[in-house]
Each structure stands twice: as C-alpha cells, then as structure tokens.
Antibody, heavy 122, light 107 residues
Framework: QVQLQESGPGVVKPSETLSLTCTVSGGSISSYYWSWIRQPPGKGLEWIGYSSYSGSTNSNPSLKSRVTISVDTSKNQISLKLSSVTAADTAVYYC????????????????WGQGTLVTVSS | DIQMTQSPSSVSASVGDRVTITCRASQGISSWLVWYQQKPGKAPKLLIYAASSLQSGVPSRFSGSGSGTDFTLTISSLQPEDFATYYCQQANSFPPTFGQGTKLEIK
C-alpha cells in the first residue's frame, strides 16, 4: 500500500520561501501524477499544482508565479516551494497521488499524505 | 476557473437516515466529478470518482450520480462513522476546484 509523508518546517517567516518534501513509500513515483493541495485552518481545499511522472508541471494560476514543484525519482520524493509567503499561506499542506496510472483521470486524488501544518509568522 | 457549489453547507441527521448532498458546477464537466470524505484532523479520503464509480473499500451505502453540471452523493443508511465533512471536486480541467464542503452532523 502506497504511503505519502509530508515534511518540512512548521513555521516560515513572511516574505521567505516555504519548502516541503513528500516522501513516497510502498510504490514508485513513476507513472502517476503528484499534487499539492492546501487547507487553511477551518476552511476548504485549494489545489496548488502537480507534477506528472514525466516531469511536466502545472500550478494554480492564483499561485503560479510563486510555486515550484519537482519530482526526484531517485529518492521517491516530490517537493514544493512557495515563495514570498504571507499569513494567507498559513495552512495544512497535503501531497497526493492520482488514483490511476497515466494521463487519464490525472486529477482524481486516490492517496493522500497526512498533511503538515505550516504557519507563516515572524 | 470552474466554480463548484455544494448544498447544503451543513446537515443534521440520525443514524439510519438517508442523506443526499448536491454539487453544481458552473459549467459542464461531463462525469469528471470526485467526492471526498474528511474527518477532523485527517486528510480527505476519496469515496467516488468519475461521478458514480465507488472507490475500492468504500461501503456500498455510498453512491454518486449525475453528469454535466449537477451531481449528487447519497448515503443510504447513515452509520456513526459517516459523520464528517464531504467535498466535491471537478477533475475536468485545470485548476481542479473543490466545493466549499458539506458538514454532516449528528442530530
């Protein structure tokens, strides 16, 4: 059974870059889409972006200029960098995997990490 | 972006009740609709994909229907473990967008 685990600093200062890593165990990164989603405390879900198994990426236009997503197949890890953070970026950040292999239905999320809370505060 | 609107925002029900949650897309998304269940402090869990396909391991009391712009999630007989928040998400186009959530509470 595939498992995803997010890791990174729990507190980031305003204007700095938020950096998170998602480590995948029990399965390969290859052939799937890997996404980052966030959820501000007490609020709903927002899709940040994804990286495909081939390395192509796409980010939410609302965040696009600040987001970098990459995949390291040698380490079975997916990373997220979000630059110039503000208090509005305080949220639980989740990584997730597409339900099925390949390009078909890449945006249905079948497996999620437990999430990690990142607070933007000086 | 495609807007997803769920109703109701919250609902109170009893164990054994039948509950229906609706989700409306601001434009047609064919059957590219996913339903998730989220419990407090936990990650969302996929219940239904492609509008009506039940994810492996999900109880058969959960069902989904609809296409185009209007979709429903039905729980046929509520169990204690079903009290949670439910989200719909369109998987038709980027960026994927979620409904605001429906909180299912115990009456």
């Amino acid at each position: 059974q595939v498992q995803l685990q997010e890791s990174g600093p729990g507190v980031v200062k305003p204007s700095e870059t938020l950096s998170l890593t998602c480590t995948v165990s029990g399965g390969s990164i290859s052939s799937y889409y890997w996404s980052w989603i966030r959820q501000p405390p007490g609020k709903g879900l927002e899709w940040i972006g994804y990286s495909s198994y081939s390395g192509s990426t796409n980010s939410n236009p609302s965040l696009k200029s600040r987001v970098t997503i990459s995949v390291d197949t040698s380490k079975n890890q997916i990373s997220l960098k979000l630059s110039s953070v503000t208090a509005a970026d305080t949220a639980v950040y989740y990584c997730a995997r597409s339900l099925i292999m390949g390009d078909y239905d890449a945006l249905s999320l079948g497996y999620w990490g437990q999430g990690t809370l990142v607070t933007v505060s000086s | 972006d495609i807007q997803m609107t769920q109703s109701p925002s919250s609902v109170s029900a009893s164990v054994g009740d039948r509950v229906t949650i609706t989700c409306r897309a601001s434009q047609g998304i064919s059957s590219w609709l996913v339903w998730y269940q989220q419990k407090p402090g936990k990650a969302p869990k996929l219940l239904i994909y492609a509008a009506s396909s039940l994810q492996s391991g999900v109880p058969s009391r959960f069902s989904g229907s609809g296409s185009g712009t209007d979709f429903t999630l039905t729980i046929s007989s509520l169990q204690p473990e079903d009290f949670a928040t439910y989200y719909c998400q369109q998987a038709n186009s980027f960026p994927p967008t979620f409904g605001q959530g429906t909180k299912l509470e115990i009456k």
